[in-house]
Each structure stands twice: as C-alpha cells, then as structure tokens.
Antibody, heavy 122, light 107 residues
Framework: EVQLVESGGDLAQPGRSLRLSCSASGFNFDDYAMHWVRQPPGKGLEWVAGISWNSGSIGYADSVKGRFTISRDNAKNSLYLQMNSLRGEDTALYYC???????????????WGQGALVTVSS | IVLTQSPGTLSLSPGERATLSCRASQSVSSSYVVWYQHKPGQAPRLLIYGASSRATGVPDRFSGSGSGTAFTLTINRLEPEDSAVYYCQQYGGSPCSFGQGTKLEIK
C-alpha cells in the first residue's frame, strides 16, 4: 500500500522559514517524480513544485519561485520542501503527491498524502 | 491554461446522474486531462486520467470524456458517498493547472 506522510507543518511568522518533509513507502520511490500541491483555506488546489526521479529536473510555480526549494533523498525515501520568506498567502494545507507516470514526469498525481498545515501569521 | 469548472455546486439525489464540466482557456490534449475527487479531511483521489481512463479501483459509474477545450466528468447512479469536491487538472501546458472545483451534494 502506498503511503505518503507529511510532517513539519507549523505556525510561522511572515518572513520566516519552514521545512516540510514527506516520507514515502509502498512503492519504488526512486522511480517516480514527486510534487508538492497546496490548498489554501476554502480554496482550490495549486501545484507548488515538482522534482524528477533523479533530481535532474525541478520546477516551481511562479508564486513560490526563488523562495521555496524542493529536494529529495532517494536513500531515505523522502521528499522535502524548504520554504523561505514566508508570506500570508502561503497559508495552506500542503500535500505531498506522487507522479502518475513511471520515470518520465507527467505532473498528474495518483497518490496523495493527508497534508501538512502551514499557517503564516504574526 | 485556465480551467473553469461548472456548475460551482450541484445538488442531486441518489440514483441520479451528475454531469460536471471543465472548460480550458486553450486547447489541451485529452491525454493530459485528469479528474480528482476530494472529500473533507481526506487526501484527493485520482479518478480519471487521459480524459477517459479510470484509475485503479474507481467504479465504472465514473466516466470522463471530452477533447480540445471541453471536458466532462459523468457520475451515474449517484450514491451518498459521492458527495465531494471534484477537480479537473491539465498538464499539457506548463505549469499544470487545476479548475476551481465543483461541489457535489447528494440530497
């Protein structure tokens, strides 16, 4: 059974940093691209960042480019999101999501975690 | 690519058919359109990929269709557990984008 478990969500002041982690199990982690998708309170879904299976290709939404960094450690079956210079509009539930296609990233998501809540407020 | 879903809310009775629309601001290959079901407090669930292929374990009451700029998710024989928000998503254009969602209520 595929499991994606996020951690690291917290309350942070504007301008501060947080690091999210996602622990994966139940599939060959190093065969798939991975992504972060967020959902602000009462709003819809927004893709945040994605990373290829070998970290060779990385992409970000314009809204987080230059502030967020996605990374992965295949030896630890883990995905990370370093979030710097946080803003109020970054307040959201952050989901870790598995790409739906083997090796070559497709940027659709066939497995999701339960999410980690990030609240940015003074 | 902007995806616009309609209606915003749909209220139907068990046994009825739901038709959810997703319109794209520009043409998207049908291979790159997917649909998700999202229930409160749960992880989103992939329903349909490639516009019309059901994901593993998805009942055949769920079907997807469409091409170009118009895509549809149809749910036949509605059941109470179908209450959820449904999102379409495209990944033919970069960055990928989601519709704003259709909330389906089962009376």
């Amino acid at each position: 059974e595929v499991q994606l478990v996020e951690s690291g969500g917290d309350l942070a002041q504007p301008g501060r940093s947080l690091r999210l982690s996602c622990s994966a199990s139940g599939f060959n982690f190093d065969d798939y691209a991975m992504h972060w998708v967020r959902q602000p309170p009462g709003k819809g879904l927004e893709w945040v960042a994605g990373i290829s299976w070998n970290s060779g290709s990385i992409g970000y939404a314009d809204s987080v480019k230059g502030r967020f960094t996605i990374s992965r450690d295949n030896a630890k079956n883990s995905l990370y999101l370093q979030m710097n210079s946080l803003r109020g509009e970054d307040t959201a539930l952050y989901y870790c999501a598995k790409d739906g296609r083997l090796k070559l990233a497709a940027t659709y998501f066939d497995q999701w975690g339960q999410g980690a809540l990030v609240t940015v407020s003074s | 690519i902007v995806l616009t879903q309609s209606p915003g809310t749909l209220s139907l009775s068990p046994g009825e058919r739901a038709t959810l629309s997703c319109r794209a601001s520009q043409s998207v290959s049908s291979s790159y359109v997917v649909w998700y079901q999202h229930k409160p407090g749960q992880a989103p669930r992939l329903l349909i990929y490639g516009a019309s292929s059901r994901a593993t374990g998805v009942p055949d009451r769920f079907s997807g269709s469409g091409s170009g700029t118009a895509f549809t998710l149809t749910i036949n024989r509605l059941e109470p557990e179908d209450s959820a928000v449904y999102y379409c998503q495209q990944y033919g254009g970069s960055p990928c984008s989601f519709g704003q969602g259709t909330k389906l209520e089962i009376k």
